[in-house]
């Protein structure tokens, strides 16, 4: 069995993990602003519902449209990115409110190191593209 990696992990499933993942974030950090400290769990689980219902409703719209595909990794890209998306903030949140220094020096340190891999990566993937401009 092979896999197909560009299937998997193309730039198409970037943009779509990538895209929902920034939305995600900024409902994210929208909903923990405006919401009693109670509730947050509750509404930031509506909001992942409410935004993996409509990656899924999309790649059906998708469906329907000349030139464009419904395919069920996109669907699945979607719901990584509103995961990661929803999660940072929440993250943040909780470290903010319980005060555990630890865990924040351990984010920022994490954020320092990963970040600039992340973009290399990115960088060395996509040269090709830089190249041909």
């Given at each position: 069995?092979?896999?197909?990696?560009?299937?998997?992990?193309?730039?198409d499933?970037?943009?779509?993990?990538?895209?929902?993942?920034?939305?995600?974030?900024?409902?994210?950090?929208?909903?923990?602003?405006?919401?009693?400290?109670?509730?947050?769990?509750?509404?930031?689980?509506?909001?992942?519902?409410?935004?993996?219902?409509?990656?899924?409703?999309?790649?059906?719209?998708?469906?329907?449209?000349?030139?464009?595909?419904?395919?069920?990794?996109?669907?699945?890209?979607?719901?990584?990115?509103?995961?990661?998306?929803?999660?940072?903030?929440?993250?943040i949140?909780?470290?903010?409110?319980?005060?555990?220094?630890?865990?924040?020096?351990?984010?920022?340190?994490?954020?320092?190191?990963?970040?600039?891999?992340?973009?290399?990566l990115?960088?060395?993937?996509?040269?090709?593209?830089?190249?041909?401009?």
């Amino acid at each position: 069995m092979v896999l197909d990696y560009q299937l998997i992990f193309g730039v198409d499933k970037q943009m779509h993990f990538l895209s929902y993942a920034v939305i995600s974030i900024l409902l994210g950090t929208v909903m923990i602003l405006i919401t009693d400290h109670q509730k947050i769990k509750q509404n930031i689980s509506f909001v992942w519902f409410a935004l993996v219902a409509i990656g899924i409703v999309e790649e059906y719209r998708q469906y329907f449209l000349p030139h464009r595909s419904a395919e069920f990794l996109d669907a699945i890209a979607n719901m990584f990115g509103v995961t990661i998306g929803l999660f940072i903030p929440l993250l943040i949140f909780y470290m903010i409110r319980y005060r555990n220094h630890s865990l924040i020096k351990l984010f920022a340190f994490y954020s320092i190191v990963l970040i600039p891999l992340f973009l290399g990566l990115f960088y060395f993937n996509e040269i090709q593209y830089f190249i041909t401009l």
